[in-house]
T-cell receptor, first 118, second 112 residues
Framework: GAVVSQHPSWVICKSGTSVKIECRSL??????MFWYRQFPKQSLMLMAT?????????EQGVEKDKFLINHASLTLSTLTVTSAHPEDSSFYIC??????????????FGAGSRLTVL | GEDVEQSLFLSVREGDSSVINCTYT??????LYWYKQEPGAGLQLLTY?????DMKQDQRLTVLLNKKDKHLSLRIADTQTGDSAIYFC????????????FGTGTRLKVLA
C-alpha cells in the first residue's frame, strides 16, 4: 500500500531557529500533499495544501511566511517553521493524496513530527 | 459551514462492541472516512464509505451512514485492548483539492 515517510519524527530546537520537516511519498506520486497541526488532545487542523510545482494554499489564520511549504517534486513536500517560538511547539502531520482508490480520495498520513521549541 | 462533531470519550470492556458516532454538516460530502491514531503516531485509515451507501462492513468494522441526518457511526465488534486509540471521522469535500474536514476525535479506552 501507499506509504508516506515523515522526517524527523521529533525535533527540539532553540527559539529563533528554523526547522524543516520533510514529507515523502515512497511508492506513489503525490500531486497534492496536506500539512496538519495537532495540539494535545485535539483534532487535526489543516494548515495548508501543497501542490507540486505551484504555490501552497494556506488556510485562514496560518502565516505563510512563518510556515514555508515547498513541493518541488511529486514525492517530496517540505514544511519549514521559520524563527520558531515556543508557541510553535506542536505535532505536525503530513498526508498525501495519490491516485484515487475506487473513486475515494484516500489520504495516506505520515507518522508525524513532534516539534519542541525551547 | 463545515463542522464535524464526535463525542470525546468512550470506554468499553474487552470483548464488547464499541460504537463511535459522528455528525457532520456539509451535505456535499462525497466520501466519509474513519481513521485511527495511536499515541504519538500518525493516522491510519480504517475504512471509508461512499456517500450514497448506507452500510459497509469490513471484518470487525461496520460503518453506518444516515445521510438524511448526516450521521456516521463506526461499530467495532469484539473490541480488544489493541483497539484503544483515538478515532477520527472525516469527510471529503469536493472543493477542488478534496480536502478533508476532521472530527474532534473520540478517545476509546478498552478495559481488560
Amino acid at each position: 500500500g501507499a506509504v508516506v515517510s515523515q522526517h524527523p519524527s521529533w525535533v527540539i530546537c532553540k527559539s529563533g531557529t528554523s526547522v524543516k520537516i520533510e514529507c515523502r511519498s515512497l511508492d506513489f506520486q503525490a500531486t497534492t500533499m496536506f500539512w496538519y497541526r495537532q495540539f494535545p488532545k485535539q483534532s487535526l487542523m489543516l494548515m495548508a495544501t501543497s501542490n507540486e510545482g505551484s504555490k501552497a494554499t494556506y488556510e485562514q489564520g496560518v502565516e505563510k511566511d512563518k510556515f514555508l511549504i515547498n513541493h518541488a517534486s511529486l514525492t517530496l513536500s517540505t514544511l519549514t517553521v521559520t524563527s520558531a517560538h515556543p508557541e510553535d511547539s506542536s505535532f505536525y502531520i503530513c498526508s498525501a493524496r495519490g491516485t484515487p482508490v475506487s473513486g475515494a480520495n484516500v489520504l495516506t498520513f505520515g507518522a508525524g513530527s513532534r516539534l519542541t521549541v525551547l | 459551514g463545515e463542522d464535524v462533531e464526535q463525542s470525546l470519550f468512550l470506554s468499553v470492556r474487552e470483548g464488547d462492541s464499541s460504537v463511535i458516532n459522528c455528525t457532520y454538516t456539509d451535505s456535499s460530502s462525497t466520501y466519509l472516512y474513519w481513521y485511527k491514531q495511536e499515541p504519538g503516531a500518525g493516522l491510519q485509515l480504517l475504512t471509508y464509505i461512499f456517500s450514497n451507501m448506507d452500510m459497509k462492513q469490513d471484518q470487525r468494522l461496520t460503518v453506518l451512514l444516515n445521510k438524511k441526518d448526516k450521521h456516521l457511526s463506526l461499530r467495532i465488534a469484539d473490541t480488544q485492548t489493541g483497539d484503544s486509540a483515538i478515532y477520527f471521522c472525516a469527510e471529503s469535500i469536493p472543493s477542488g483539492t478534496y480536502k478533508y474536514i476532521f472530527g474532534t476525535g473520540t478517545r476509546l479506552k478498552v478495559l481488560a
